[in-house]
């Protein structure tokens, strides 16, 4: 699945979302002319086998396979590697730092999620400097010459020097190196975000509605109200008015309806505030309660998983949805369009995030120094970074997943479009932690097509939030943090660990609460919290850097409603 990088900006600005998910299955086989064949290494050696410690538990890779045929084999054939992998399902942060400071068979290689465990890899001693680490095994690689300056400038910013590869790579130096193939990319770029609302239009029908009824906060409500109202059924199933993004809706549905309300995290004078403390942020808790309140959806939905709610999205039985479009897989469904935007009932105006700057990535892969083939981990990082690398484990196999038309862009066979769909058994697409999407969209013909993969649908429905013309843009990049503001074990850690902690289980108690005033007597509850977990201060150190960066940057953001 190509995911937009825009999917993993809260990354860096409003906290880590969980991804929770299981260890890999077992590889399909590939079709090739030798389907049994074990890949060969070029050197003719055997292939050795290292270990792959990944934090992200909602990566899910097939077992590894040497087989000619496959995406994994072809990979070993390049590299002379085979992995094996440690993916905890759940806690896997609390699991490597255990392994951190408590075991002498540390991970060959690492993949983290989010800047903390970053850090505390950094700052442990057991990874290696990049450059120091290509220098020493592989001198010739391309990453000494040509990794994009601008966003080694921001993982230095970061972690205090080059220790890791990115992955969702964008930046105008890699636009540079692979210019986009078409203005569809520039557009998708520039106005593309996955969290958003996205409306079945086969259900809209129904209820006769039109997508412009559900531009405002009272027309959405009321279509809820209709939709729920009328017992809908598809397939013998009931129709689902709302669906949130489950556990993970307070980093996706609620992030959503703060911008399209109006919330950010700079008041009015230009200060840095937590976006929790924004009387838009209350007016997103308040919308979800009146929908709660209409019974518009089940409560359960904020604990579910992303199979669980993804088997909702998928029977076509939710007639919207607010969260990731990651999620509503519109390579298999064609039926979402979107509003763009909920027009707040006070008269707010959506905001939208703009970066000059680029973002430091989402997954992030460490070498440790301890790793016992260092010099073939070299070979592996420049293959899978370099365009032939990129191309086989984004697309896969030549004359098998894809061919190429005659402007030298990729164009996806049947196979390869459904081995993508399957890629947790054929690992086509899987290796996230090495996508560049500067150089997919300089290999990607622009799609003509509603349906399938990245076609005009998810196009539409993704970039209509950042069209829409009541939406006003801000300067984002003022609001990214040097690495040593967090510093492991460090003061702010602590107040953002437990502020994070606590509006896991309080942001639902709000949500949920039985009438209009427990909510207003747990929302203020809430922000007393934030108070006395010492947010303010928190805050205060915030603003500090937001006015350094304001000044590098020759940029004043201010807050455009409360």
Known sequence: MKLNLKVFTILTLAGTVALTGCSANKSGSGSSAEPTKAAKTETGAAPVNVNWFVTAGGWNPPQWSTDSGTVNGQITKKTGLTFSYNIPAQDGDTKLSLLMVSSSEFPDVITTVGPDMSQKLTKSGKVWKLDEFLQKYDPQSHLLKDFPADIKKQLVKRDGDWYAIPSHMASDDLKKQFPASSSYFADKAKYGDNKGIYINTNILKQAGLSLDDLKTEDG?????????????????????????????????????????????????????????????????????????QGGYFDPGQMTMDDAAFEANLLAGRVFCFIGNAGNGHFEKLDFWVSPGVILSNQGTKPVFAHYSEPGAGWMQTFISKTAKEPEHLAKWLDFMTSPEGMTLAHYGIEGVHYTKNDKGLIVKTDKGIQDVKDSTKTGVDIFWQFANMSYFDHMDPAPTKREGPDGLAQMEATTAYGRAKEVVTYEGSVLTLPGEFLTPGGKNVTIKTQEEQYMLSQISKIILAKDQASFNQFYDEFIAKLKELKVPELDAGKDVELQKKSKEMGVTVKGTNS
């Open 220 to 292: 959405l409500l009321t279509a809820l109200k209709k939709v729920k109202d009328m017992n809908l059924a598809v397939n013998g199933q009931s129709v689902i008015p709302l669906q949130l993004s489950g556990k993970g809706y307070q980093g996706q549905t609620l992030q959503f309806l703060e911008r399209t309300f109006g919330a950010m995290p700079i008041d009015k004078d230009g200060k840095y505030r937590d976006i929790l403390f924004a009387p838009e942020t209350k007016h997103a808790f308040e919308f979800l309660f009146k929908t709660a």
